[in-house]
């Protein structure tokens, strides 16, 4: 049996990729949460020749950190399951992005932290920032357009790519950044999946606050659980 660790669920972006992505290949796995700064984080650790960061994947005795290598090991361990497109030219393409994702975009994350509990508005944003915003949605909708006639999300059926981006799509929404309308239709899609809908209302129930991700500090704005 697999074992996900990771962190707060309204902040915790890379957790959320992970999570989704095993979820969205119906793979089998406990879920074990760690908030941020806490003695259990640090205890759960210990022992594991593995750094601090969440997400991290218990495979038996191994450990397997950091959310693309977990993403690849159980694409591996379950060929049988649609982790990635099944398309060739889908598959590269998806793993690419993904590629992109894991070692780019800072601008973005720093400044646009994942908060699924603060009320959608807008946020002022830089000329870096906007064009990682552009990139973005240049992604979407060249992936939506070469290979996505099967279904909402991005190579047609949810895959790992999804999952990666999927973080993104919520931080759009949260900071009320005006969208293409094909950027906006996939936003909606990953905010409808019912594995994202059921990871959202966790996290709205979270009482743990980061300073860090929450850009409106020392207020902190919460939207209601819905």
């Known amino acids: 049996m697999l074992t996900l660790?990771?962190?707060?669920?309204?902040?915790?972006?890379w957790s959320l990729r992970a999570w989704l992505a095993l979820k969205g290949a119906d793979i089998a796995f406990t879920e074990r949460l760690l908030p941020f700064e806490s003695e259990a984080f640090d205890a759960a650790f210990a022992g594991l020749a593995a750094p601090r960061r969440v997400p991290l994947l218990l495979d038996g005795d191994a450990a397997v950190w950091d959310s693309l290598a977990i993403?690849?090991?159980?694409?591996?361990?379950?060929?049988?399951?649609?982790?990635?497109?099944?398309?060739r030219a889908a598959r590269?393409?998806?793993r690419s992005i993904c590629a992109e994702m894991h070692s780019g975009f800072h601008r973005m994350r720093r400044h646009l932290p994942m908060n699924l509990w603060r009320p959608p508005e807008p946020r002022a944003c830089d000329a870096g920032v906007e064009a990682d915003i552009a990139r973005v949605a240049d992604i979407w909708r060249e992936a939506r357009?070469?290979?996505?006639?099967?279904?909402?999300f991005l190579f047609g059926r949810f895959s790992a790519a999804d999952a990666y981006y999927a973080p993104v799509a919520t931080?759009?929404?949260?900071?009320?950044v005006p969208l293409d309308p094909?950027?906006?239709?996939?936003?909606?899609?990953?905010?409808?999946w019912p594995d994202f809908v059921a990871w959202r209302t966790e996290a709205l129930k979270e009482p743990w606050v980061a300073e860090h991700d929450?850009?409106?500090?020392?207020?902190?704005?919460?939207?209601a659980l819905a």
């Open 182 to 192: 094909v950027s906006a239709a996939y936003v909606e899609a990953i905010h409808s």
């Open 171 to 176: 931080r759009l929404l949260t900071y009320a």
């Open 145 to 152: 357009t070469r290979f996505g006639a099967d279904g909402p």
């Open 214 to 223: 929450e850009v409106d500090w020392p207020v902190v704005k919460r939207e």
């Open 92 to 94: 590269i393409m998806a």
């Open 5 to 13: 660790l990771i962190a707060n669920k309204n902040y915790s972006s």
């Open 71 to 87: 993403i690849e090991h159980v694409a591996e361990r379950y060929p049988d399951r649609p982790v990635w497109p099944t398309e």
